[in-house]
């Protein structure tokens, strides 16, 4: 399979540090607010990236940090008059109940940036020690100029990134030059050799990564504006600390995701919380939204959009039904077995072909909905066997697995079984009632209902 780089912005085969394993890295949320359907565009894309690669049978080591310490936290926190830390930790939660939502849940390790103040310091102690950092008194900084590829990523000329840079501190050496450790005199604030202080924010991400997969790895991602400063500040210092490179094999980057054509921002009354989101959608018909876009592409969000992809999920999803029905009382063999069996051939290709090639989802899912397309038009005259019909769902299946869906499963059960069972859930859950055992109750007819048994009190 290929993958687009960033760094030589061409696609290239993917091939692995380490033979059938995988270590994927994406810079997480500041942890200062809810999170927006622009991290929602983001954290879906490369959960999908990870399905897959785990579907083609690599193991994925998917690691995400958490800015739970930034002058953002500490000035939302300010205004609210709470401890920082009880803020951070607050939306770190809220966001995690976000991606639940959107069924993005292939992270292995959140990593908590003030859990890793020792590798941080100790990350700037070597910086300073190869001579690509100095100590001002304001705080530390990384010297640029040391790093002579600085700006390889976002193919930026030095001379150009600082022409327009504000010398905020005037003992810097060079306008471009990032901080590594602020020193501070206000809480909240951690000793340090440099006395106390908190970490600059490019630091955390490459002391984080070194941690758990050392000075080089395979995939780094995040959103095409992380790009220029933070993944060169990142590339600037793993590189100089371990002299090793490239620091990533790959750098793949989301693209932006707007509102009605226009860039989401609050000033602009268009700026929607994943929360704000999930008040009116499903989070799978979101997550169909995203995935109908190429994650490199721009995405264009609107309610229209969003009930169209309502539609098309509804679409697969009543095929999957369809298929599962007539699987119950199909015979085991049928001449009409080649035709479908085809169909299902052709189709199936087509849509590996297109996630071979650099995780391309709309043509995937073009390739799903003219499978279905072709097997609603052969299913006029035809009748297939149930060895065909489960080769069929078994491909859902995976579809499902790799998108991040769910399909109902129908189960065959005897009609008189059925109905006796029933009737004692039922008997079960009125006792419950009568017991004022409400949640427990609630959740019976909630189960009962995926499973299509309309229940009402």
């Known amino acids: 399979m290929n993958i687009y780089n960033t760094m030589s912005q061409e696609k290239e085969p993917l091939e692995a540090l380490h033979p059938a394993r995988i270590k994927l890295f994406v810079c997480g949320p500041t942890v200062y607010d809810d999170a927006h359907i622009g991290h929602a565009r983001t954290y879906i894309s490369f959960d999908m ?31 609210l008059g709470v401890d920082p ?75 150009d990134l600082n022409v327009h840079r504000i010398q905020q501190d005037e003992d810097k050496k060079n306008p471009g030059d990032f901080a590594l450790w602020k020193k501070k005199d206000h809480e909240p604030l951690w000793d340090s050799p440099w006395g106390p202080g908190r970490p600059g924010w490019h630091i955390e991400d490459t002391a984080i990564t070194e941690e758990y997969f050392g000075p080089q790895y395979d995939i780094h991602g995040g959103g095409l504006d992380l790009i220029f400063p933070h993944h060169e500040a990142e590339i600037a210092q793993m590189e100089s600390v371990s002299g090793k490179s490239p620091m990533v094999a790959y750098w793949m980057h989301t693209g932006f995701l707007n509102v009605s054509g226009e860039k989401m921002s609050k000033s602009l009354g268009n700026f929607i919380t994943i929360r704000d989101l999930l008040e009116n959608y499903q989070g799978d018909v979101f997550r169909f939204f995203v995935l109908s876009t190429h994650y490199r592409s721009p995405i264009d969000f609107s309610t229209k959009a969003l009930d169209q992809s309502t ?27 080649d035709l479908f069996q085809e169909i299902l051939n052709k189709y199936q290709e087509e849509f590996f072909r297109h996630m071979d090639n650099d995780f391309n989802t709309p043509q995937a899912l073009a390739a799903v909905f003219n499978l279905i397309r072709q097997l609603n038009k052969s299913l006029e005259n035809n009748n297939p066997s149930k060895k065909v019909l ?24 005897p009609v008189t079984s059925q109905e006796d069972l029933l009737e004692i859930i039922l008997d079960i859950r009125e006792k419950l009632r009568q017991k004022k055992e409400w949640e427990l109750s609630d959740e019976i007819r909630s189960r009962l209902n995926n499973l299509d048994f309309e229940i009402q009190d």
């Open 85 to 159: 830390e009880k803020l951070a930790r607050k939306f770190e939660k809220r966001y995690q109940k976000d991606m639940e939502k959107l069924g993005v849940n292939g992270v292995n390790l959140h990593a908590r940036a003030t859990q890793h103040l020792d590798e941080i310091i100790t990350q700037i102690q070597s910086l300073l020690e190869k001579g690509f950092a100095y100590e001002t008194e304001k705080g530390v900084y990384f010297d640029e100029s040391q790093f002579p590829d600085y700006g390889k990523l976002s193919r930026r000329k030095l001379e």
């Open 390 to 413: 489960n080769n069929i769902l078994r491909f859902f299946n995976d579809f499902a697995e790799i998108m991040g869906f769910q399909f109902k499963k129908i189960v065959k059960t």
């Open 49 to 79: 990236i990870k399905r897959y690669l785990e579907y083609k049978g690599y193991s994925v080591f998917y690691l995400q940090n958490i800015t739970d310490i930034d002058d953002k936290i500490i000035t939302r926190a300010a205004e």
């Open 311 to 337: 539609k098309s999920l509804e679409r697969i999803k009543n095929m999957v039904l369809k298929l599962q029905k007539l699987s119950l009382n199909a015979p085991l063999d049928r001449s009409d077995d």
